[in-house]
């Protein structure tokens, strides 16, 4: 097939971890990929993903934090491919402190990217969406779009924005056959939580192995850590499965039970 006719998908922060085991499960499946990330190597990343899977794509070296960088990769992504039918906001940062010593700069930064940067992605393709009538949105939330944990106030506000960002999408998007979809992992091991583990030993004056027993794993039914391809394949149920055209609004927990408490 022509990359004309086949279905394109645009995922935020899809040059590491998470972001990039979605990208590699849509490019198997043949799909055209435009890839983002911060990594220098980004461009390099893409382009060698492409080239495995034999696929079309863009790389798009933009600031989640620059609404103008989000636009521009949109009307770029739209002229080259006439359309980008999923969405994956994925994209996230984090920081960990007491709420006391949380620096300013840290509570916006977060809110920039883990939310206010998926409103603009999404408003900058919703048009062309609702115009063809199709559209499958996911955000990558987290367990604390659902569950908060103290030290982590910019994230849990973050996560329990995008949540009722997608349910406002979901209601918004039905008539149009566009679903908005939030799925919420637990403990991922990407870079994003080893990153954390250094500001968790000394927020709670732990060693690495008891911050990764005590903090990380603690409330997980399963001790474990839940993998990146188990986080794809959850998105690729929502935008692929039979389910997938009614399946809308929800916020799928994938965090080996820690919310079940």
Known sequence: MSSATKRTVLITGSTSGIGMAIARMYAHKGYNLIFNGLEPNGAEIAAGIAAEFGIDHLFFPANMADPAQIS?????????????????????????????????????????????????????????????????????????????SPFKSAYVSSKFGIIGFTKTMALEGGEFGITANAVCPGYVFTPIVENQIPDQMKAHNMTREEVIEKVFLKEHAVKEFISVEAIAESVLFLTESAAAPVTTGIALSVDAGWTAH
């Not at 809110?111 to 990558?140: C, E, S, V, Y």
């Not at 939330?141 to 908060?148: D, E, K, V």
């Open 72 to 148: 521009e990769m949109a009307a770029k992504s739209l002229e080259r491919f006439g359309t980008v039918d999923i969405l994956i906001n994925n994209a996230g940062i984090q920081y960990v402190s007491p709420l006391q010593d949380f620096p300013e700069v840290k509570w916006d930064a977060i809110i920039d990217i883990n939310l206010n940067a998926a409103f603009h992605m999404t408003k900058a393709l919703w048009p062309a969406m609702k115009a063809q009538r199709f559209g499958r949105i996911i955000n990558i939330a987290s367990a604390h779009g659902l569950i908060a």
